[in-house]
């Protein structure tokens, strides 16, 4: 037997520290998070995505009442920037959350979503910087192997 040590590398800045980029996409996450359609959960996510032309596109959670057939914000502004801006790679994406009105200490992609993240880097052959936030900090990683140190991508496939 052997063992692997997994380690991830993550900057906390306190808002105060915040970038005037990583207030902004924060701020769009935030705008879009209000407008989520949670009924059953009531907890609301927002994503906002940055594109390398500057573009910021924004995803909130879409829930039914079948829950298998709602959508994650994360995967709502990926998919929807992916089929609008086609060739034009995303750089970084915020992720933020409301529940019962409040705004989440930490919002983190469900594993659905960080694959998603991963595949959106290997279309665009570059890391994603990935902003989790809340009121009063922002996590912040380079890439989806931060999120996902262990995945399931292209290079196990048939060719």
Do not use: H
Request: net charge negative; aromatic share 6%; glycine share 8%.
């Amino acid at each position: 037997m052997k063992e692997i040590k997994l380690e991830t590398s993550v900057r906390v800045y306190t808002k105060t520290e915040w970038t005037e980029q990583q207030t902004l996409l924060m701020s769009a996450a935030m705008a879009a998070a209000q407008k989520a359609y949670a009924p059953y959960s009531r907890f609301q996510v927002g994503a906002a995505v940055l594109l390398g032309n500057g573009e910021i596109v924004t995803g909130s959670n879409q829930e039914n009442a079948a829950y298998p057939s709602g959508l994650c914000a994360e995967r709502v502004a990926l998919f929807y920037a992916g089929a609008t801006y086609l060739d034009i790679p995303v750089k970084a994406m915020s992720v933020t959350a409301l529940s019962a009105g409040k705004q989440v200490a930490l919002a983190a992609p469900c594993g659905g979503c960080r694959q998603v993240i991963l595949e959106s880097e290997m279309r665009a052959g570059d890391k994603i910087q990935i902003l989790l936030g809340g009121a009063e900090e922002i996590y912040v990683m380079e890439g989806a192997s931060s999120l996902l140190p262990v995945s399931f991508d292209a290079s196990v496939l048939p060719e």
